[in-house]
């Protein structure tokens, strides 16, 4: 069980987080459901370890066995979609670039460059590299912008398959049907709904 429990950040005068308390389930896809800027990146970044909290604890996470996909791709421009997939491998794994392009339906783009990938492309090779990158939880924030609705399914679906928890923050309903247990919240500061 991975627990947040009165948890506290602030950006400057900002409170985003006030004394907030969640607890996550260490299996399947949890989804943070709410508006846009009520806190829900904060609060991957709280759990990714990027963000420290003034006040409260977070248990059950091991920020260095965690991935995070950014709510931007973070792609280089003068790296191939498949060096992207690599960067992340360690060397005796660097042969997998095309089985996780593959994953995000990116086979065939091995050679392209991200000024050459659709919004939506990028965004999947983003998410391919996280994938690749592997871990003991996933923290997603807005995986599938600009992403097909079908494909997104098949992706979430391959997503699962990977064996380890996932917190995604997401707007997208077909999406949101896709996981076990989905967080209503709204703020700021956060709170559950």
Not at 57 to 75: H, I, K, M, W
Not at 80 to 102: F, Y
Not at 111 to 124: E, I, Q, V, W
Request: proline letters at 7%.
């Amino acid at each position: 069980m991975i627990k947040l429990e009165n948890v506290t950040v602030r950006y400057g005068g900002k409170v985003v987080l006030d004394r907030f308390s969640l607890e996550i389930p260490a299996a399947g896809l949890t989804a943070l459901s709410g508006p846009s800027g009520c806190g829900k990146t904060t609060l991957l970044r709280v759990l990714a370890g990027l963000a420290v909290p003034e006040e409260g604890t977070v248990s059950g996470v091991n920020p260095g066995r965690t991935a995070l996909l950014f709510q931007e791709d973070r792609l280089l421009p003068w790296r191939t979609a498949a060096q992207h997939i690599s960067d992340v491998l360690p060397r005796s794994r660097r042969g997998e670039a095309g089985q996780w392009l593959a994953f995000a339906e990116l086979a065939g783009e091995e050679n392209a460059r991200p000024a050459a990938l659709s919004g939506g492309m990028a965004r999947r090779l983003a998410l391919a590299r996280c994938a690749a990158l592997g871990g003991e939880l996933f923290l997603l924030d807005e995986p599938f912008a600009g992403v097909d609705p079908d494909r997104a399914g098949r992706i979430l679906h391959r997503l699962r398959e990977l064996g380890a928890p996932i917190v995604l923050a997401t707007h997208q309903p077909q999406v949101l049907a896709g996981c076990n247990r989905i967080v209503a919240l709204d703020g700021p500061p956060l709170r559950q709904i």
